[in-house]
């Protein structure tokens, strides 16, 4: 996953209800993998008390580096972690995770019905994954230079915004093109589609100042030169944009937007599989889903209220991530872009 989860910090806590679990005279460990601000204060504490358990808690820097710890110890370093959805086949099919057991989590009739049947999480008749938290990857723009939202990602291509545009240096980029250019699927191109992409990207590469290489770089480009527009990678660069007092706004072009989707997983050599079915019930709160989306802006997938209170509308018009037909071969495709 993208660095965009390593930009938020802790916040103060609150009290909140966890999920009600027997504890044992002797206090237990559950030890998780999170990007930052999956396990913040005001759910972790409450849960650790109730449950006489010490939450040790591991954060995530990138997909392919938590990929390969969890293969080399055989899914025997945690016992739950949060990771996107479109990769969870990745580790099912290695035998890395063990299906969750809807029995045991009392909120799942919280999860909101669009949540509930995620193709890349119900695998072989089982579950594999619950959905917690969401964003996109939108448009981002600078209002003093707009009259008004852009509504196409065609303003990515505007020959008369030429050195005022940044991109995302990164394969997945390359599903913008796909979305301008109208293909059904963004994950899932043929090869004559993936050219085109590559076309118009080439094509698009004239008009920019530069590609950026991750959140704080994206803000820092934009805040900096008179950026008037960009690929985002997630809702916090407004954010940030904000605190540097740059008039930005988000919006979801007409063509639509990717984006990520992240589940709670339960490890394949989990020591409790009840306490972790446990924790994965205490995220599921209301009171989670609140902080997820007023104080760091993610959306989540329980709590409506509180996506609608925080403008967190538009998950129906994004196209949630999905195993792309050839990761190799877009990383070549890609590198073959930046050197055209």
Known sequence: MMNRRQFLGSTAGFALLASPFVARAAQRELRIAVWQGYAEPEWVKPFEEANNVKVNITYLTSDEEFFAKMRGSQGAGFDAFSINTSLVPRYQKLGLVKPIDPTKVARMDRLSPVYKNVT???????????????????????????????????????????????????????TLAALLLGFPNPYKLEPDQLQACKAKLIEQKKLLMTYYTGFDDGVKIFAENKIKAMLSIGELQLVNL?????????????????????????????KDVDLAHAWINNCMADEVGTVLSTKLKYGNTTNQKANEDNGLTYADKLFFAQQAENQEARTALWNEIKAA
Request: charged share 20%; net charge negative; proline share 6%.
């Open 242 to 270: 904000k605190k540097l007092g740059v008039d930005a706004m988000l919006t979801i072009p007409k063509e639509g937007a990717t984006g990520w989707l992240d589940c709670w997983v339960v490890c394949n050599g989990v």
């Open 120 to 174: 890349d999480l119900n695998i072989d008749s089982q579950l594999w994954g619950i959905p917690f938290a969401w964003g996109s990857q939108p448009l981002i723009y600078d209002t003093a230079q707009f009259d008004k939202a852009p509504d196409s990602w065609h303003v990515m291509w505007d020959e008369g915004n030429a050195g005022q545009l940044i991109n995302f240096d990164d394969p997945g980029t390359i």
